[in-house]
């Protein structure tokens, strides 16, 4: 009688919640593909920028959130990846697709060549030195040696690519479709990476350093290749950014661009592939939002913003310090709890006349 | 017995483990109770207890006051100075430094020096090495300055965690002598943990022996000493 | 020869700046064991409140106590406020929560007081009486101040009780509570104090600098290097890296790198410094047990 009631609840939740995550699969497929018809060249372009900045997230977050070491200087790999970009396709006539590939390329071995000090630093101490980086980054491309290469203080303007093989897509739309599959290709490279021995070893090293090296994982070789991939998939992402907007400049890569990925792996949750997406949205489109209520309340608008950015991360650190995936699990499980304990009620109540009846 | 400290039903909490199960314990005014027990018995836990630094229940009353919710920082102010284990002295400041630091809450300067040169009395040797980082000094002499730390504050009720721990057997000799001296001159009042059973029972009058968070014998150290079992576990005879 | 000269003193002038910056970053440092990366911003903020007292009116050196008052207040409610709930927070939640600070500062900064630049009166003449030294008044002026405030601070610390007992507070919290000491009170005055020294540093760069909202970023960035360099947990070896990377910026920008990149003489120093001798030339070598 009692082993009939423990595996019920188990059969009864498994199909729905099957049915349910493939029903939300297949919704979200069709809004991600159908978004571009249904919305204006600059909608699109801004949900290019959503999906350009969840591949950033992907690889901040695999750094942070999976392995432990913060950074506040990714902005610098975004600006590697898009001045690498520019310079490939503009300067040297290298076709926009592998000049994105090559972006990711070069920030892979920076970022390996960064992870190699910041062994050395733990927490607090290599935030300090990625916080230098990303302070540092706007000056290093405004390097007058360079402005032949970087187009300088005015940096650097790209043509926009069109659809190949004469697809019936507009600019913006072909760029949308683009920034999706590589960022299909990214997340389940990712998903993959997560569960496989790999991240183990990532979490590991994150959460009991000296525990996993005792364990004969070779924290440093996992480190800098973690900062290496971390940087590629930002790097990659700013290649695809500056496709879309059209021009890379110094300025648009400054302290803000790297804290503000460092608020998307927040919002959406630390250690959370589908989180990014959350986050993703968040870094798009909060300014935008919070440009609007600016614009009411008066001029030097542009600061109102951060402002409200700025309340709302230290708000969603005190009350929701995992994020949006941990507060969502945190939901789920609670109403997956309710789920089976009404369903053991039932059960009892089924039994108990069961009883009566024989 | 007029007691200066007691508990009923005292419990002690790290995060949501329960450590300590309901204690009953009692220092009499003027007088030294022992807290005997192996590793692990809870009995610096108590100590903690009662300088709030652990989340506690029950009921603790001193000089017949309830004293359930002070902070730690208000035990001090009413007269209850602990001595931690392993010491707790302030390792980058001088020997004076930390004297002075034992006496923060008072505000009559004149006798505050006054009881300066009454430690170094005590411990002669703190004199010396007075300009000295507290950290060079020997295991010995920095428990020499807890305790005078501790005295600094003019105490009603001195409780010291395993002041024998680490010493060389002549030190901790030197040292209990010199407590009891105190606690008979100033009239200071004690509560001491010592895993050292014979070493605690000498020097106090009354003792509780405590297993895993509960108390499992007390009465007059007389009395615990002859105990059958006290005698085989922890006398070792 | 002149000219070297001429570099290391005003490289010892902003570096005056850049230690005041440090000390702060190490005063909180040394109690709570986080950066403060939000120092720079809160100095520069309350220099705009000094820049506003200006100009209703008030002498300058009025407006500079008054603001060294009110930062003091500012720090000390943001101690007790905000950084004390995130006490037992992760490392990263607590950097979130200071770049929040950061962010907020800044863009407050913009919407009261616009994105214009503003030019920051000094209180030293524009020239010396008597001709023209190795150094501007003002120069020689923030020297001066600074080593009057290290001077005040290092009093404060090593010779009154409160001062020792906010060293005991930072140094083993327990046993200063043990012995009475509020701590949290400890930790809410180090945080004034801090905010104060930074206010210093940011009236004492706005007249080389002047004054908007972004002029801390690389000031701040400086203040790091120098307290890494001297070691981040040794306040006077912090500010005495605060001088040392004024006068290598100085050297550098002038003979090495050229002017429009020296913040990445501060990176470089950053880096090399956590990788070669994180404890910073005066700092401890911490062992972790483990």
């Known amino acids: ?358 | 017995m007029a007691a200066l400290l007691e508990t009923q039903g005292l419990r002690a909490f790290y995060g949501a483990t329960q450590v300590l199960h309901g204690l009953d314990i009692a220092v009499e005014k003027g007088g030294i109770t022992a807290l005997l027990g192996a590793n692990g018995a809870g009995k610096t836990t108590v100590l903690r207890a009662l300088s709030a630094m652990v989340r506690r229940e029950g009921l603790i009353r001193f000089e017949g006051n309830a004293v359930n919710a002070r902070e730690a920082e208000e035990v001090a102010r009413l007269g209850i100075a602990h001595v931690p284990d392993g010491r707790g002295t302030f390792v980058d400041l001088t020997v004076e430094q930390n004297l002075h630091l034992g006496a923060y809450t008072r505000r009559d300067r004149g006798a505050v020096a006054n009881d300066l040169e009454r430690a170094f009395a005590y411990f002669p040797r703190l004199k010396e090495r007075r300009g000295q980082q507290a950290g060079t000094l020997s295991g010995g002499e920095q428990q020499m300055l807890a305790i005078s730390r501790a005295l600094m504050l003019r105490p009603k009720l001195l409780m010291l965690d395993e002041p024998s721990f680490g010493l060389a057997p002549l030190v901790v000799n030197d040292i209990f002598k010199i407590l009891k001296a105190i606690n008979e001159e100033e009239s200071v009042s004690m509560l001491i943990v010592e895993q050292n059973a014979n070493l605690a029972l000498s020097l106090a009058g009354y003792a509780y022996l405590l297993e895993t968070g509960s108390i499992v014998i007390s009465g007059p150290s007389s009395a615990v000493r002859a105990d059958e079992s006290v005698r085989r576990v922890y006398l070792g005879y | 020869m002149i000219g070297l000269v001429h570099q290391i003193l005003s490289g010892l002038a902003i570096g005056s700046i850049y230690a005041c910056v440090a000390l702060a970053v190490v005063m909180i440092y040394q109690a709570t064991h986080l950066v403060n990366f939000a120092q720079g911003e809160m100095a520069m903020f309350s220099t705009y409140i000094a820049w506003a007292l200006i100009q209703a009116g008030a002498p300058y050196w009025a407006a500079f106590f008054l603001t060294l008052v009110f930062s003091f207040l500012m720090g000390m409610a943001i101690e007790r406020w905000l950084i004390r709930r995130f006490e037992k927070a992760p490392v990263l939640a607590v950097v979130i929560v200071f770049i929040g600070m950061l962010v907020i500062f800044n863009s407050l900064a913009g919407w009261l007081f616009s994105y214009t630049i503003k030019s920051f009166e000094s209180p030293f003449p524009e020239k010396f009486a008597l001709g023209n030294g190795f150094m501007s008044p003002h120069e020689l002026g923030s020297i001066v101040v600074t080593l009057g405030v290290l001077a005040l601070v290092y009093a404060f610390f090593g010779f009154t009780p409160l001062g020792l007992a906010m060293r005991a507070a930072a140094q083993n919290p327990v046993s200063a509570r043990l012995v009475g000491v509020k701590v949290n009170h400890m930790l809410a005055i180090g945080w004034g104090l801090a905010a104060a020294i930074g206010a210093v540093a940011g009236m004492m760069a706005a007249p080389i600098v002047y004054l908007d909202p972004n002029m801390m970023g690389g000031i701040l960035l400086y203040g790091f290097a120098g307290a890494l360099l001297g070691g981040i947990d040794n306040p006077w070896g912090a500010a005495l890296g605060g001088f040392i990377v004024g006068v290598l910026e100085n050297i550098a920008g002038a003979y090495l790198v050229g002017e429009e990149i020296k913040l990445s003489v501060a990176l470089a120093i950053i880096v090399g410094v956590l990788v070669a001798k994180p404890s910073g030339l005066f700092g401890r070598v911490l062992v972790t047990r483990v």
């Not at chain 1, 009688?1 to 423990?6: F, K």
């Not at chain 1, 310079?87 to 390329?105: C, D, E, Q, R």
């Not at chain 1, 648009?252 to 990925?261: C, E, I």
């Open chain 1, 1 to 358: 009688m009692s082993e009939a009631r423990v595996a019920s609840p188990e059969r009864v939740a498994e199909p729905e919640g099957r049915a349910l995550r493939l029903g939300a699969i297949a919704v979200g497929i069709v809004i991600v593909v159908g978004l571009p018809f249904v919305a204006s060249g600059y909608h699109t372009s801004q949900f290019s920028q959503v999906v350009i900045y969840a591949i950033a997230l992907l690889g901040l977050n695999l750094l942070t959130g999976y392995n432990g070491q913060i950074s506040l200087g990714h902005g610098a790999f975004f600006a590697i990846g898009g001045y690498a970009t520019a310079i490939l396709s503009v300067k040297l006539g290298v076709a926009y697709g592998p000049a994105v590939v090559i972006g990711g390329i070069l920030c892979f071995a920076a970022g390996f060549a960064f992870g190699l000090p910041a062994l050395r630093l733990g927490g607090l101490y290599l935030a300090l030195a990625t916080f230098a980086l990303a302070l540092a980054t706007p000056q290093l491309l405004k390097f007058k040696a360079f402005d032949a290469w970087t187009g300088g203080v005015q940096g650097l303007l790209l043509s926009k690519p069109g659809a190949p093989l004469s697809l019936p897509l507009t600019r913006d739309q072909w760029l949308y479709f683009l920034c999706v599959f590589c960022a299909a290709l990214l997340f389940w490279a990712t998903v993959n990476l997560i569960n496989s021995r790999i991240g183990r070893a990532l979490i590991a090293i994150r959460d009991h350093p000296i525990a996993a090296e005792t364990m004969g994982v070779d924290a440093a070789l996992y480190k800098t290749t973690t900062f290496g991939v971390s940087a590629a998939y930002t790097g990659i992402a700013g290649g695809l950014s500056s496709l879309v907007v059209g021009f890379v400049s110094p300025d648009s890569f400054d302290l803000f661009l790297s804290l503000s990925l460092v608020v998307g792996i927040v919002v959406g949750g630390l250690a959370s592939v589908w989180g990014v997406i959350v986050g993703a949205l968040f870094i798009e489109f909060v300014p935008n939002y919070a440009d609007s209520i600016s614009d009411v309340l008066g001029e030097n608008a542009k600061a109102l913003p951060w402002a409200i950015y700025g309340v709302l991360l230290i708000l969603l650190m005190y009350a929701a310090p995992s994020g949006a995936a941990g507060t969502a699990k945190i939901l789920i499980g609670a109403i997956q709890r309710r789920r089976r304990s009404s369903t053991n009620v039932a059960l009892d109540r089924k039994a108990a006349s069961g009883d009566q009846t024989s």
